[in-house]
Each structure stands twice: as C-alpha cells, then as structure tokens.
C-alpha cells in the first residue's frame, strides 16, 4: 500500500543540537513537502521539492535545510535546534497536477529542550 | 505565503445536528481542498472542490471561486466526525503547492 513514513515518530532535542528528520514515499510521487503544526494551529509549509536533488523555500524556511536526495526520500535538518521549532512536523507526497491528492505521514513530535 | 482564514475556530455540536464550516482566501484559488485531522493523528483528504458544489457521503463542499470563498457542510452529525477540519487552497502560479487554514476544532457529543 502507498504510504508515506516518517521517522523518528518524536524526538527530544537539546538547544543547539542538529536534528535529522527523515521521511520516505511509496507512493512514486514527484513532490514531496515539510509542514509544522503548533499546536492549536494549521499547517505551515516549511520546505518541498518536486525533483530528486532539488529542494525549495516555503513560507517559513529560516533555521531548516531540506534535503531529497531520491525521489523517494526528504529530509528536514535542523542544524541548531532552538526552543521555537517545538512542534509536530508532517511530510506528505502528491502527484503533479491540479486534482491530485495529498498523501500524509504520521508526524514527528518534536520536543526542544 | 497565502491567506486562508476558516470560521469558527471551534464548534460543539449534539450528535445529529449539522454542521457548517466556513473558509475565505486572499487569492484566487485553482485548487480547493478540506482535510480532516483525527485528535493527535495525521491528515486525510476529504473532498477536492475548487469550484462549484462536490459531495461525498454526509459531506457536501460549496466553492465560490469568484468569491473566493468555500464550504464544508456536515449532515446529520457524529461522535465519530469529532477532530479537526482543514482547507487549503493553491494558486495557479503554483498549483500543487497547498496552504491551510488554522482549522475548526468540531466536537460532536453523544
């Protein structure tokens, strides 16, 4: 089944700290994308990429780097971890195209200490 | 990044009743999406609708484009509709692309 994983499913950080999150498709998806959900709030999107070693901003870049080194594969790095980036961050993949669907992860809660 | 603002922010409703969700956006929309959130749990697609009126199930979705507006009405509410609902929308300039509301936190009680 289609499906798209992230890992670590939570994670607690120190301040300053590099942080690694890893997310993986099934789907043969061309995009791929990093959101973070605060609490109480929507989705902000971070960082996506629609081809294989070749990541663009999104509406809150600044303090992450994102890496898609395959078509299945995105990453989010967090080079220095700061209290503000406490959140639970979602990947998700779709097809190209206008009616195409959106297909989630599962999250990773991400604690900042 | 774009606009979209959702209305209201919660809703508590007796199982039964209907609900209806609101969602504004600054642009012009080519693509309009409501999205569910279980408490605690990940996104799912509900219904794909930028323009006009879709349903599915006990869901129906009414997008004025020109109006930049959209709809989500609930039928005959629930326990098991209580979470999260969603929409985002995306510009043509870069359609696949989405950018969500805050949401409306639904809570249906017995």
């Known amino acids: 089944e289609a499906a798209v994983t992230q890992s670590p499913r939570s994670k607690v950080a120190v301040t300053g700290g590099k942080v690694t999150l890893s997310c993986h498709q099934t789907?043969?998806?061309?995009?791929m994308y990093w959101y973070r959900q605060d609490t109480g709030h929507g989705l902000r999107l971070i960082h996506y990429s629609y081809v294989a070693d070749s990541t663009e901003k999104g509406d809150i870049p600044d303090g992450y780097k994102a890496s898609r080194p395959s078509q299945e594969n995105f990453s989010l790095i967090l080079e220095l971890a700061s209290l503000s980036q406490t959140a639970v961050y979602f990947c998700a993949s779709s097809e190209a195209g206008t009616n195409s669907d959106y297909t989630f992860g599962s999250g990773t809660r991400l604690l900042v200490i | 990044g774009q606009q979209v603002q959702q209305s209201p922010a919660s809703l508590v409703l007796q199982e039964g009743e209907n609900a209806e969700l609101q969602c504004n956006f600054s642009?012009?929309?080519?693509?309009l999406q409501w999205f569910y959130q279980r408490p605690g749990g990940s996104l799912v697609s509900l219904l794909y609708n930028p323009s006009g009126t879709k349903h599915t199930g006990r869901l129906t979705s009414t997008t004025v484009t020109k109006e930049r507006r959209s709809s989500l009405h609930i039928s005959s509410s629930q326990t098991t509709d209580s979470g999260t609902y969603f929409c985002a929308m995306a510009l043509m300039s870069n359609y696949n692309v989405l950018y969500f509301g805050s949401g409306t936190k639904l809570t249906v009680e017995p």
């Open positions: 642009s012009t929309a080519t693509r």
């Open positions: 789907n043969n998806h061309d995009y």
